[in-house]
Structures are given as structure tokens and as C-alpha cells.
């Protein structure tokens, strides 16, 4: 009986967190579920799709510091962002359809300035970099940092790179700062090292 009695209190709490995100955010998908999240700033300002999984302790952000009027965070159906999630737009961060995020994955479009030495960098702006679009099929592997840059289609980034540049389509990007280390050959369809580059080797 106990077990029922969890199993229908879990239920309906999902289900009231799900229209209290309906009635705060942008868009909140059927059949989402944002788990415990450490804070929402900006919610009117993010969108999330259908079947998405935001799970514990995650850190969603759409604020227009540097005054652009149609900041977003959009996040595409199908998608998994694991425990810890932090992604902040100032202007806009896009995330497709079915990608996949490990946990402790941090995602911008925005920086501190620390040009100032006399001002602590707490104290000095923060600026807009490149709006960041993580397309779909992506794979994010655990602590990545992207950081005004983008990932392309069905590509992979592993666990511990800082992504500061483009990834494109279909390849594989490892490092701090992440360079691309293999590369999906369409004429052997086969996954092949590559070059920093991108060439083949």
C-alpha cells in the first residue's frame, strides 16, 4: 500500500511541476520533466520541447544582459541534459532534437570582460559572444564547457573539453581548447582521424 501511495504522490508531483513550468516558461513540452532544478532565471524567455529530460540540480538561464531583446534557450524534443546542467544565454543558445548531455555540462553565449585590472571581473560586464547551436543528434560527454561556439550534427565531444570554437557536422572534438580528432568518411563509412584540421590522416 505504502508503495502506491509513493508511486501516486511522485505522479502528481511531476504533474504539478509540469504545469507550474507551462505557466512560467516560454514553452514546456507534454511529457518534459525538469527535475529539481537549482534555479530558473529567465523562464518566459526559454522554451523547452516535447519528451525532454532535465535531470537533477540543473541551472537554466535566459537573461538579456547585454540588452538583446529577443534572448532565448531553446531546447528541441527528445533531448537528455544530465544532473548539474548550467546553460546561460544573454542572446541565444539553441539545442536540437534527441542530443544528448552527460552531467555537469556548461553551455554560453556570454563571458565576463576582465580588461579593467584596477575593477574586480565580478564588477566589469559580462559580453555577448557567438549565439551557440548544439544540432541534433549531438553527444555532450561529461564536464564539457561550450562557450560561444557550436556543435554540429551527430557529432561528439568528449567528457572534459572546452569547446571555443565550431564543431561541424559529424566529428569527433577532444581537448582544452577542443580540436576535431576524427571525422565521419562518407567513402569508406567509416569514423577516421583526422587532422586538427579536419584532414583525413
Not at 66 to 93: D, M, P, Q
Amino acid at each position: 500500500m505504502m508503495k502506491i501511495f509513493k508511486k501516486a504522490k511522485e505522479f502528481y508531483r511531476k504533474k504539478i511541476a509540469a504545469l507550474y513550468y507551462r505557466f512560467i516558461m516560454g514553452k514546456f513540452g507534454g511529457n518534459s520533466l525538469l527535475v529539481r532544478p537549482t534555479a530558473i532565471d529567465g523562464a518566459e524567455n526559454i522554451y523547452i520541447g516535447e519528451n525532454v529530460i532535465i535531470a537533477y540540480g540543473a541551472w537554466l538561464a535566459a537573461v538579456p544582459h547585454t540588452g538583446k531583446v529577443n534572448c532565448k534557450l531553446v531546447i528541441g524534443n527528445n533531448t537528455y541534459i544530465g544532473r548539474y546542467g548550467h546553460i546561460y544565454a544573454v542572446s541565444r543558445i539553441s539545442i536540437g532534437n534527441k542530443v544528448l548531455i552527460a552531467d555537469k555540462v556548461y553551455i554560453s553565449d556570454n563571458s565576463h570582460t576582465y580588461t579593467n585590472t584596477k575593477i574586480p571581473v565580478i564588477d566589469q560586464p559580462v559580453i555577448e559572444l557567438k549565439s551557440v547551436e548544439i544540432k541534433d543528434g549531438a553527444w555532450l560527454g561529461e564536464n564539457v564547457c561550450i562557450v560561444g561556439s557550436s556543435v554540429g550534427y551527430n557529432s561528439v565531444v568528449a567528457a572534459n573539453s572546452v569547446v571555443l570554437r565550431d564543431i561541424p557536422d559529424y566529428c569527433v572534438a577532444a581537448g582544452a581548447p577542443a580540436v576535431v580528432i576524427k571525422r565521419y568518411n562518407n567513402e569508406t563509412g567509416q569514423w577516421q582521424k583526422t587532422t586538427p584540421d579536419g584532414e583525413f590522416i
